[in-house]
């Protein structure tokens, strides 16, 4: 399998995550974002959106769609899971992951807030990208808080975690880490998030993650 990334994309980071998870070996083939590469014909020829990632089995299909990949690494590759089997539970944790992954990360991307510049300034674009990204990440924390089992006595932190639903990792924890990144990148002040911390401090421990994060990567600067 061929992964086109880019170390610093978080779509991207999210399926080196399930990629290790599973176990899978891949070859990943650098797109740099910064000279537009993912715009050029090659690369739409693989992802008509232009955008990273794109998963390229071994047998030439071509996946995108960061979620859409790693709901296909799921269903092919069931163990070890990264959903439960509980359809409540999975339908929370995918709440949670639509929370950030189709209403948060794709109105702060590159090609938006380039947009937002062009048509206004880097400063209008830069607190576009901050405010979006904290109201993601309340409403995710939010979505966390409704889990929590029992008070016990703890006044500002999570009450089942480490990680965003319980003892064990989940799809939920993939999307998380990665958005943080932007998070810091704009400013946005992490401490109303406790939860969110929970997990990512815990995610930075696994395996799959360390062998994911960006400066890990063949193309990290
Ligand atoms: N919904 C897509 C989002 C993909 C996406 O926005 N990728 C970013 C990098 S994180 C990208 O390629 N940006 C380049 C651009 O906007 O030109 C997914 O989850 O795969």
Same mark, same amino acid.
């Given at each position: ?39 050029? &014909?090659?690369?739409? +020829?693989? /992802?008509?959106?232009?955008?990273? *990632? ?6 030439? @299909? $071509? ?86 089992? &029992?008070?016990?006595? +703890?006044? /500002?932190?999570?009450?089942?975690? *480490? ?6 990792? @989940? $799809? ?50």
């Amino acid at each position: 399998m061929r992964l086109y990334t880019y170390f610093r994309s978080g779509a991207a980071w999210r399926v080196r995550i399930g990629l290790h998870w599973k176990g899978l070996p891949f070859e990943s083939v650098p797109v740099d974002l910064r000279t537009g590469a993912q715009r050029n &014909p090659p690369y739409r +020829a693989k /992802n008509p959106q232009g955008l990273i *990632p794109a998963l390229e089995l071994d047998d030439g @299909t $071509l996946l995108t769609q960061s979620l859409a990949i790693l709901e296909w690494l799921e269903e092919t590759h069931p163990h070890p899971a990264f959903l439960p089997a509980c359809p409540i539970t999975r339908a929370k944790i995918r709440a949670l992951v639509l929370a950030i992954a189709a209403d948060t990360h794709p109105i702060q991307n590159l090609g938006v807030l380039n947009r937002i510049e062009a048509l206004t300034n880097a400063d209008t674009a830069r607190t576009w990208a901050h405010d979006t990204i904290a109201r993601g990440l309340a409403a995710a924390e939010a979505l966390i808080a409704q889990n929590d089992g &029992p008070q016990d006595g +703890a006044q /500002n932190g999570p009450q089942n975690g *480490p990680y965003a639903f319980g003892p064990l990792p @989940t $799809l939920a924890d993939i999307i998380i880490t990665p958005q943080l990144l932007n998070a810091r990148r704009f400013g946005v002040d992490l401490a109303p998030y406790p939860r969110i911390r929970a997990s990512e401090a815990a995610c930075a421990d696994l395996p799959a993650f360390k062998a994911a994060h960006p400066d890990t990567q063949p193309d990290a600067d």
